[in-house]
């Protein structure tokens, strides 16, 4: 089974929308990690937000949000007011206490925003 | 701050020939990461090392690919011979420490095609 599963293999916006994007983990370990890094068309992976399994609090920073529920195995992540610049691909992670620190990674999600 | 740095950034090569990426991870960091993207794959771990030791070989494809890392500050992955699917893009990263949840920074990518 996945570990981290990103349903969404693409999405498309016009500029201005707010748009979800979609984590799902499956995990025994009670101590874990989970990551949103961004890989722009130039290719490079950024690191935008790391979460541990103990901090259910939500997270804003500008226009992006984390919203983590371990109820649902979830760690959404939210763009409001989309731009074209966040056009990429984003990429769900799980670091887990009994792996070190391996992450694995969910397949993706290619966000297109649209002027 | 340097970030890390791979080289080459991208490679084309002709079946059968030896093919070494090159990585130097951040400054302090313990833990350096080697993986491969595929459209069909995703990200993939192939081998991470802590202190210069190889603590994670299993995602090493097969015998025809190595790595090595001599020292803190610099580490490669050879591909030798190379296959056409051996083409894909080749991250290495790091982290300061091996410990679940530390930050996993990624360098460039190196892009590899083999003809």
Redesign the interface.
Known sequence: AQKVTQAQTEISVVEKEDVTLDCVYETRDT???L?W?KQPP??????LI?R?SFDEQNEISGRYSWNFQKSTSSFNFTITASQVVDSAVY?CAL??????????????TRLMVKP | DAGVIQSPRHEVTEMGQEVTLRCKPISGHN?L?WYRQTMMR??E?LI?F?NNVP??DSGMPEDRFSAKMPNASFSTLKIQPSEPRDSA?Y?C?S?A?????????????S?LTVV
Do not use: K
Not at chain 1, 42 to 47: D, M, P, Q, R, T
Not at chain 2, 97 to 109: D, H, K, L, M, S
């Open positions: 101590t874990y990690y990551f890094y130039s290719g490079e992976l950024v690191f790391r541990n990429f670091s887990e206490e009994s792996a070190g620190n391996m992450l694995t990674f969910g397949g993706g | 833990s990461f995703g990200l771990l991470y802590n603590i994670d893009v991250f990263a982290s420490r091996q410990v679940a949840g530390n930050t996993i920074y990624f360098g460039e990518g892009w």
